[in-house]
């Protein structure tokens, strides 16, 4: 069964960290890519990170550099997503994705989960 599930979002602070996780389907997936986007109502689908199978390589969206740190678990089939010095402009909601290529193109990513609602209060 192809699944992605994400958790970890809630209500957090300005200045808050969260971790959100991605738990994925090691059958469907394994060997993939996976990355994390956000959306904000009204807004575009943002690229924010994304790592390779193997872990070894990342990419970052060049305005969140220093402050979300993906990394993932394959024993546990779970990709994380730590995000420190939250801000409210932040509040969205959070997917995570597979790929077979590590990219930040949105139309690159055919398998999605059905997001985690992170809001930041001011």
């Known amino acids: 069964q192809v699944q992605l599930v994400e958790s970890g979002g809630g209500l957090v602070q300005a200045g808050g960290s969260l971790r959100l996780s991605c738990a994925y389907s090691e059958r469907a997936f394994r060997g993939y890519a996976t990355a994390w986007f956000r959306q904000a109502p009204g807004k575009d689908r943002e690229f924010l990170a994304a790592i390779s199978w193997s872990g070894i390589t990342t990419k970052y969206a060049d305005s969140e550099k220093g402050r979300i740190t993906i990394s993932r678990d394959n024993a546990e089939n779970t990709v994380y997503l730590q995000m420190n010095s939250l801000k409210p402009e932040d509040t969205a909601v959070y997917y995570c994705?597979?790929?077979?290529?590590?990219?930040?193109?949105?139309?690159?990513?055919?398998?999605w989960g059905q997001g985690t609602q992170v809001t930041v209060s001011s």
């Open positions: 994705a597979t790929s077979v290529n590590l990219l930040s193109d949105v139309r690159s990513y055919t398998y």
